[in-house]
Nanobody, 119 residues
Framework: QVQVVESGGGLVQPGGSLRLSCAAS????????MGWYRQAPGKQRELVAD???????HYADSVKGRFTISRDNAKNTIDLQMISLRPEDTAVYYC?????????????WGQGTQVTVSS
């Protein structure tokens, strides 16, 4: 089992910045990748960014150049630094961990943190 807990959401004006953090616990040795997803009202949950074991990263086109995902292996955390925020970035942001446990892949989700970009 893996548990992930997000923190750092809030209200920010357009053009502002926020940093989200996610802490993983439990069977962390089984985690193969972690990432951030978001879900806006009336829309499907979508991938924002993820980072794999090797450190490789992937970003949604809509956030490239504005968001940066990073990982601290010693603390078992990932962060999402968001700059130049836009109203369309408003959503609940979820941390996700993918774990390989005895040959089966499991996906774990945090409870979500609200990010609101508004003047």
């Amino acid at each position: 089992q893996v548990q992930v807990v997000e923190s750092g959401g809030g209200l920010v004006q357009p053009g502002g910045s926020l940093r989200l953090s996610c802490a993983a616990s439990g069977s962390i040795f089984s985690i193969t990748s972690m990432g951030w997803y978001r879900q806006a009202p009336g829309k499907q949950r979508e991938l924002v960014a993820d980072i794999i074991d090797s450190g490789g990263t992937h970003y949604a086109d809509s956030v490239k150049g504005r968001f940066t995902i990073s990982r601290d292996n010693a603390k078992n955390t990932i962060d999402l630094q968001m700059i130049s925020l836009r109203p369309e970035d408003t959503a609940v942001y979820y941390c996700n961990a993918v774990a390989d446990i005895r040959g089966s892949r499991f996906r774990y989700w945090g409870q979500g943190t609200q990010v609101t970009v508004s003047s």
